[in-house]
């Protein structure tokens, strides 16, 4: 079965750290461009990252950059999010999502196919 | 960044009536390919976002062909030609042309 299962979220402080994991399985991990798309609460998606096929290209919303990093591990069919220095405002619902890439088109484009259940962060005192 | 302006937000239509959503982008998505990259996904209420719809019309395995892509440039639609009750959640556009990768803010769709 092709699907994304995240893990890894939970309370943090402000200022504090966490580390999502996400967990690939059903399909060719290696061959697909990966992103992270977050919800906060009663709001809208907002993506926050994007990584390519060796983890040698990385992309972020402008409001994680230097505190977020995104990696992968091809070996282990897994995508990871570290985030560091968190606010209140990263509080949200975290999706890992798979961002076809298209060989043809030598492009990946947003076209997120394959969504996990996502995992919960929250930051707070 | 590129901003995806929708319309409605809330959009509350009776059982088998069509129902429209726009979406508008600050910039052209058009791409240097000219390939146009815009998404549409399906959000149900408690479930993760499904993809509907990919590069302004070509609709996903297994989405009903009641719903439609369509547009150019600036100018997006999903269509739904006979709303079902099954298709109660919120709906967004979301543009893959250009990082950062922006979503719309969203449009409602409920049962009258």
């Known amino acids: 079965e092709v699907q994304l299962v995240e893990s890894g979220g939970g309370l943090a402080q402000p200022g504090g750290s966490l580390r999502l994991s996400c967990a690939a399985s059903?399909?060719?991990?290696?061959?697909?461009?990966m992103s992270w798309v977050r919800q906060a609460p009663g709001k809208g998606l907002e993506w926050v990252a994007n990584i390519n096929l060796d983890g040698s290209e990385e992309k972020y919303v402008d409001s994680v950059k230097g505190r977020f990093t995104i990696s992968r591990d091809n070996t282990k069919n897994s995508l990871y999010l570290q985030l560091s220095s968190l606010r209140a405002e990263d509080t949200a619902l975290y999706f890992c999502?798979?961002?076809?890439?298209?060989?043809?088109?030598?492009?990946?484009?947003?076209?997120?196919?394959?969504w996990g259940p996502g995992t919960m962060v929250i930051v707070s005192t | 960044d590129v901003v995806m302006t929708q319309s409605p937000l809330s959009l509350p239509v009776t059982l088998g009536q069509p129902a429209s959503i726009s979406c508008k982008s600050s910039q052209s998505l058009v791409y240097s390919d000219e390939k146009t990259y815009l998404n549409w996904f399906q959000q149900r209420p408690g479930q993760s976002p499904r993809r509907l719809i990919y590069k302004v019309s070509y609709r996903d395995s297994g989405v009903p062909d009641r719903f439609s892509g369509s547009g150019s440039g600036t100018d997006f639609t999903l269509k739904i030609s006979r709303v079902e009750a099954e298709d109660v959640g919120v709906y967004y556009c979301m543009q893959g042309t250009q990082w950062p990768y922006t979503f719309g803010q969203g449009t409602k769709l409920e049962i009258k």
């Open positions: 999502a798979r961002d076809p890439y298209v060989v043809t088109d030598n492009v990946a484009y947003g076209a997120f196919d394959i």
């Open positions: 059903g399909f060719s991990f290696s061959r697909n461009y």
